[in-house]
């Protein structure tokens, strides 16, 4: 196979030439590497560093005993980066015969020949059969297929990826039922729906295994979203973490929503502000996506390390860290182009929401995005003040 030496974080790859006709290409590559998803790497490599700091540090344990799988490896530019540059005890699989030799190559060229793992066989099969503190799922699309598997074997963290964003975020319906078990809506808030989707599926997958799940650190990116996600064994654990799925009633004529916890629970037709029928969307995860001293432990990773998209992995984690933790969010130039005025600074707005007494802030998701616990009527009267 041709290939080209890449460098990512402190660790060198032999990936497959430049395709010179996009995407489509990169995903037709006899084994798949993706530059794009070098900033998602990066983030894992600080995020994965940091929880398995916090992990060596309440149980005694060093970083090497301390096992994560990448049970999707294409090139192993992933889980190498994850032996070499945080130094867990890493496995990689594939079960493309051309990836398991390019990644044999690329852990020689990193010398982590004697140091990691490499599997050629089927991830269902080796996530059923084996336990991992660790599990990271990285597949092109969606990971729906992975989650039974990777929720049996998962001990401490669960690392998800899923790029099928038009089922996630309701742009293809039939499909993002078919896949997640859920109903997503094509709302203004599509990205925030799509991972809070991912996030219900994979609560309902844990729990089958008496799982909970408790998200660290969750972002939407570009054309993907991302959750680093501690898992807990139990019952009682699990069925507590079960009431923060549930069901946003959104109205598609004011744009005003309602969100419902529980899997068993009555929910408005009409809508609370103009009587207008609502639209349903779920089951899907309400509870929160980001825990705050967890993004402060990433940012120290981030800011310690040599990476080649740090600056832009630590605005995402800050934005993260300091995004207001509820569902939903709005985003003000769809509010404001409705009312026919023009959009005020971010600033200007959040400092009016906090200044009549509600909490506000700036979110990952958008730049012009904001949440609030204010109602929609409250907040559309602070903008029509300007
Ligand atoms: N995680 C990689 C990274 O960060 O560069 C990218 C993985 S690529 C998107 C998905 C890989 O999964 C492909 O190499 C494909 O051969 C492999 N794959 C797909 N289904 C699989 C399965 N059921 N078992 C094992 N490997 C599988």
Redesign the pocket.
């Known amino acids: 196979m041709k290939t080209r030496t890449i460098q990512e974080g402190g660790t060198r790859a032999l990936v497959p030439p430049v395709p010179d006709d996009g995407q489509l290409s990169i995903?037709s590559a006899s084994?798949?590497?993706?530059p794009e998803?070098e900033l998602?790497?990066d983030l894992s490599v600080a995020s994965i560093a940091a929880f398995s700091q916090i992990m060596s540090s309440r149980r005694h344990l060093e970083m090497s005993e301390i096992t994560y799988v990448?049970?999707?490896?294409?090139?192993?530019?992933?889980?190498l980066r994850i032996a070499k540059e945080v130094g867990l005890n890493v496995t990689l699989?594939?079960?493309?015969e051309e990836?398991y030799t390019l990644i044999k190559e690329n852990a020689a060229i990193n010398d982590l020949t004697d140091k990691v793992r490499i599997c050629l066989?089927?991830?269902?099969?080796?996530l059923h059969k084996e336990r991992y503190n660790i599990v990271?799922i990285?597949?092109?699309g969606s990971p729906t297929?992975?989650l039974d598997a990777a929720s049996s074997s998962v001990i401490n963290m669960l690392a998800v990826?899923a790029?099928d964003t038009a089922p996630l975020c309701g742009a293809h319906l039939n499909s993002g039922i078919r896949k997640y078990s859920a109903v997503p809506l094509n709302v203004e808030y599509h990205s925030e729906m799509g991972l809070r989707i991912m996030l219900g599926m994979i609560a309902r997958d844990l729990a089958r295994h008496e799982k909970a799940m408790h998200p660290m650190f969750c972002h939407a990116t570009r054309h993907y979203v991302r959750a680093y996600l501690e898992v807990k064994k139990g019952a009682n654990k699990t069925d507590k973490c079960l009431k923060d799925l549930g069901f946003i009633a959104h109205c598609t004529k004011c744009t005003a929503r309602s969100v419902h916890y529980g899997m068993a629970v009555h929910i408005p037709e009409k809508c609370e502000l103009c009587g207008e029928e609502t639209s349903i969307a779920g089951p899907l995860w309400l509870g929160p996506l980001h825990n705050r001293e967890f993004c402060d432990s990433v940012l120290v990773q981030l800011t310690n390390r040599e990476l080649g998209k740090k600056e832009y992995a630590v605005k995402i984690v800050e934005l993260c860290r300091n995004e207001l933790d509820i569902p939903t969010f709005y985003d003000q130039h769809l509010l404001t182009k409705k009312l026919g005025i023009s959009a005020m600074p971010m600033e200007e707005l959040l400092k009016e929401l906090t200044g009549d007494g509600f909490k506000a802030s700036r979110t990952h998701f958008s730049g012009t995005s904001f949440k609030t616990n204010a109602g929609l009527k409250e907040i559309l009267d602070i903008l029509r003040r300007f």
């Open positions: 995903s084994v798949f590497y993706n998803m998602n790497r990448d049970a999707l490896s294409a090139s192993g530019i992933r889980g699989n594939d079960w493309s990836a066989g089927n991830a269902n099969a080796l990271d990285d597949p092109f297929t992975y990826t790029t």
